[in-house]
C-alpha cells in the first residue's frame, strides 16, 4: 500500500505562485511514477504532469507546459508541483497519484493510489 497526502493548497490571487507537495509513505519503492491531477467544478479530472520514479524523467499536458513545473525529492519520497501566474481557470482540487506499473502517465485509470486533494483557488 500506498499512502499521498497533498499539502500547500489555498487561496491566492491572478499572478501569484503556489507550491503543492504530495508526501508517500508506505511501498514508495513500488512507484513508477507520481502524477499530478485535477478538477474543477462540473468538469472531468484532468491530468497536469508526472514524474518517473527512476531517472526523473517528466511529461507534461500540453496546456499546462511553461507554468506548471513538477519536481521530486527521493530522499523525502515528495513531489513537487510547482504553479506560477496562476488564473482564475487553475481553481480546481489538485491530487497526486501514485502509479505502479509501467505505461501511460497521462491516463487517471492507470494510477492506484490517490491522495484526498488539496483547494486552489484563484481570484480575480
Known amino acids: 500500500q500506498v499512502q499521498l497526502v497533498e499539502s500547500g493548497g489555498g487561496l491566492v490571487q491572478t499572478g501569484d505562485s503556489l507550491r503543492l507537495s504530495c508526501a508517500a509513505s508506505?511501498?514508495?519503492?513500488?512507484?513508477?511514477?507520481v502524477g499530478w491531477f485535477r478538477q474543477a467544478p462540473g468538469k472531468e479530472r484532468e491530468f497536469i504532469a508526472a514524474i518517473l520514479s527512476t531517472g526523473g524523467l517528466t511529461n507534461y499536458a500540453g496546456s499546462m507546459k511553461g507554468r506548471f513545473t513538477i519536481s521530486r525529492h527521493n530522499a523525502e519520497s515528495t513531489v513537487y508541483l510547482q504553479m506560477d501566474s496562476l488564473k482564475p481557470e487553475d481553481t480546481a482540487v489538485y491530487y497526486c497519484a501514485a502509479k505502479q506499473y509501467v505505461g501511460s502517465v497521462v491516463f487517471r485509470t492507470g494510477y492506484n493510489y490517490w491522495g484526498q486533494g488539496t483547494q486552489v483557488t484563484v481570484s480575480s
Open positions: 508506505g511501498r514508495t519503492f513500488d512507484i513508477y511514477a
